[in-house]
């Protein structure tokens, strides 16, 4: 399998390259060359052994250039630190299946892709003798997770930025508990955009980039969307295998941020596995849900909701989806691309507004009605959502009213890592599983800086060189 930029600018990388090289050198976003179909009866047998068996034989037509041994111990490395057997259990409340993704370390999706890909960067790594620095900005869920998938691991060091008092007190202890000699926390004065600035400075400063091979993590890489690939396929054979759902369509509502989640949907739909609709669920920030539902694709301010992981405009995944929607033509990408960039808006024909429409629907939830979900669903099932996944299941019970559909609702989050969106729509706090528990009973590091690029890259700057004299 080789890999190609959507930009046209880069073809024929290999998977492992593919994954070093993140984000395209001509700023498009990589992508298979082919997409393979799915064997769907062989895969369903495989998903009936484990979760990682199917994980294992949809990686093998992703990544042919890593030996199968090595494939499987990665496989089943990046699993250990679950805490359901099941990786992905299935429950079934009030007619809605809620797909639990969240049982990793951190409890948010993240986990699922950024333990493989910490395994995957470990390897690859050790294989070429090479070192990786990887830097990133996070108001939350991504850096904790980042933290999760790489700690400990050899060859590798994570500098992870976040706005100093401004994260949740959860995400805060997440990621500066974590006991490591690779690992660095930066809090820093200022907004989580003057974080991602930082990162973005430190990024264009060629040389600092290269002399220390600074890499990302963010949800751009290939092999994060391909580790999501794997749930769906697992989520469908394990729903169709009930009787009673024989013969009926099944939808995947998924709430989005950056599209990478539902992205992963997409890519199993048209690898074969009959996915009936992707629906697209989004908070006030309805920038997509109005491409999907009204052809208009117009940046607009960035709002807070209760569900911060998606309050985002620019989608970093949305443009390998038009590429599909542009008949993988990269020239007519680029173009709308740079549309996208100069006017912060595309513009879409009738015929692409159907073609969108053949295959995602969406539904907006309010932060009024992320809470009035999240109340009425615990007072009908017992069962707590987290403000992400109510904007999910908002979305199902909206469309369930009008077919015969099954939806299963992925659920991104769980609730005790945004307690206060849960104690405002039912009055209590979620109960808290006992890898969030314990984190009250260490100790929290991280390095306070000014809100000032050179202060960071000092910081970086003499953390590596230190190491570097204590290795030799
Ligand atoms: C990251 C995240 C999302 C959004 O997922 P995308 O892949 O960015 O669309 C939704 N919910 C939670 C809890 C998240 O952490």
């Not at 507004?353 to 669903?377: A, C, M, P």
Request: hydrophobic share 35%.
């Amino acid at each position: 399998m080789k890999y190609k930029s959507t930009r046209g600018g880069v073809q024929g990388i290999s998977f492992k390259d593919a994954v070093m090289m993140g984000l395209a050198e001509d700023g498009g976003l990589l992508v298979p060359e082919n997409l393979p179909a799915a064997d769907i009866g062989y895969l369903h047998s495989c998903a009936c052994k484990s979760y990682e068996s199917l994980a294992f034989e949809i990686f093998k037509l992703f990544a042919d250039d890593i030996e199968e041994e090595t494939l499987w111990e990665i496989v089943k490395e990046s699993y250990t630190n679950f805490d359901s057997g099941e990786i992905v259990p299935v429950v079934h409340k009030d007619g809605i299946y809620v797909a639990e993704l969240f049982h990793g370390p951190t409890y948010a999706f993240k986990d699922i892709a950024l333990q493989f890909l910490g395994n995957l960067f470990e390897h690859i790594l050790k294989e070429r003798s090479e070192k990786m620095n990887i830097l990133g900005a996070t108001s939350g869920d991504t850096g904790s997770a980042a933290i999760y998938g790489v700690k400990g691991k050899d060859n590798i060091n994570i500098f992870i930025l976040h706005p100093s008092g401004k994260v949740s007190p959860v995400q805060e202890l997440q990621m500066t508990t974590v006991k490591s000699e690779n690992v660095f926390n930066i809090a820093v004065k200022g907004s989580f955009d003057d974080c991602q600035a930082i990162v973005k400075n430190l990024f264009s400063d060629l040389e600092f980039k290269s002399k220390y091979n600074l890499g990302a993590v963010n949800s751009i890489n290939w092999a994060r969307i391909l580790a999501q690939i794997v749930y769906y396929f697992y989520i469908y054979f394990r729903i169709c295998d009930e009787k009673s759902n024989g013969g009926k369509n099944l939808r995947f509502v998924v709430p989005t941020g950056n599209f990478g989640n539902i992205l992963a949907g997409f890519y199993a739909r048209r690898m074969g596995l009959p996915i009936d609709k992707l629906v697209l669920a989004t908070n006030e920030n309805n920038i997509l849900h109005r491409m999907i539902s009204y052809g208009d694709y117009s940046v607009k301010d960035v709002v807070q909701t209760y569900s911060p992981s998606m309050d985002i405009q620019l989608s970093s995944n949305l443009e390998r989806y038009l590429y599909y929607l542009y008949e993988e033509d990269s020239e007519t990408l680029d173009k709308k691309m740079k549309e996208l960039n100069d006017e912060k808006r595309i513009h879409f024909t009738e015929e692409e507004i159907n073609k969108i429409s053949s295959v995602f629907l969406s539904q907006e939830s309010s932060n009024e009605e992320t809470l009035s979900t999240i109340r009425n669903f615990y007072n009908s099932t017992q069962y707590i959502l987290d403000p992400h996944t109510a904007c999910g299941v908002k979305a199902a019970e909206n469309f369930m009213a009008k077919d015969n559909c099954i939806y299963v609702c992925l659920a991104t989050a769980h609730p005790a890592k945004f307690p206060d969106a849960v104690y405002k729509a039912i009055g209590k706090y979620p109960e808290r599983p006992e890898g969030i528990c314990k984190l009250n009973d260490l100790e929290k590091q991280s390095y306070v800086l000014n809100n000032n690029t050179d202060e960071v890259k000092y910081f970086i700057k003499n953390i590596l060189e230190e190491g570097d004299k204590n290795a030799g």
